[in-house]
Each structure stands twice: as structure tokens, then as C-alpha cells.
Nanobody, 124 residues
């Protein structure tokens, strides 16, 4: 069984930065691709970023490309999301997810494990 726990959310001003972390407990996630999704009130959960099992490939939604950076530390079985130049429209609950199945990594249905989410609020 795998459990994912996110941390690092909070309140930031527009133009500011936050760093989200996701740490697993249970099985190792070294071979899992990891993704970040977000869900704003009244909206569908959407893809933000993903990183391959080996960390050699990263994927980003167009809305965050150039502002967010995903990285992983397999020694600690953790994945991070560095968020810079934050905008009010980045406000959402951010979820960490993991999958062993190769795919686009952009569809939430591809993921097997999910964290509980962490709130990010960006004020204008």
C-alpha cells in the first residue's frame, strides 16, 4: 500500500513563490511516475506537472510552463513542485499522484495513488 502526503501549501501574493512536497509511506516509488494535479472550486481536477520514474522526463501544463518546476529525490522517495511567479488563477487544492503505468501522465485516470491535497491560495 502506498500513501502520499503533501505539504507546503499556503497563502502567497501574486508574483510570489511556494514549494510543494510530496512524501510517500509504504512501497518505494522509485519506479513510479509522479504527477501534480490541482482542483479549483467548481472546476475539474486538472493536470499541472509530471515526472518520469527515473526523473529524466518532465511534463507541464501550458498554463504553468516556465513558472513551475517538478523534481524528485528518489533517495527520499519524494517529489517537489517549485511554483514561481504565482498568479491568482493558480489558487486550488494541489494533489500529488503516482502511477506505475507508462502513459501521457496528463490524465488523472492514469494514476493509481493520490494524496489528500494541500491548499494553495494566491492573492492579487
Amino acid at each position: 500500500q502506498v500513501q502520499l502526503v503533501e505539504s507546503g501549501g499556503g497563502l502567497a501574493q501574486a508574483g510570489g513563490s511556494l514549494r510543494l512536497s510530496c512524501v510517500r509511506s509504504g512501497r518505494t516509488l522509485r519506479r513510479h511516475a509522479m504527477g501534480w494535479f490541482r482542483q479549483a472550486p467548481g472546476k475539474e481536477r486538472e493536470f499541472v506537472a509530471a515526472i518520469s520514474g527515473g526523473g529524466g522526463a518532465t511534463y507541464y501544463a501550458d498554463s504553468v510552463k516556465g513558472r513551475f518546476t517538478i523534481s524528485r529525490d528518489n533517495a527520499d522517495n519524494a517529489v517537489s513542485l517549485q511554483m514561481n511567479s504565482l498568479k491568482p488563477e493558480d489558487t486550488a487544492v494541489y494533489y500529488c499522484a503516482a502511477t506505475m503505468t507508462p502513459g501521457t501522465y496528463r490524465d488523472r485516470s492514469e494514476y493509481d495513488y493520490w494524496g489528500q491535497g494541500t491548499q494553495v491560495t494566491v492573492s492579487s
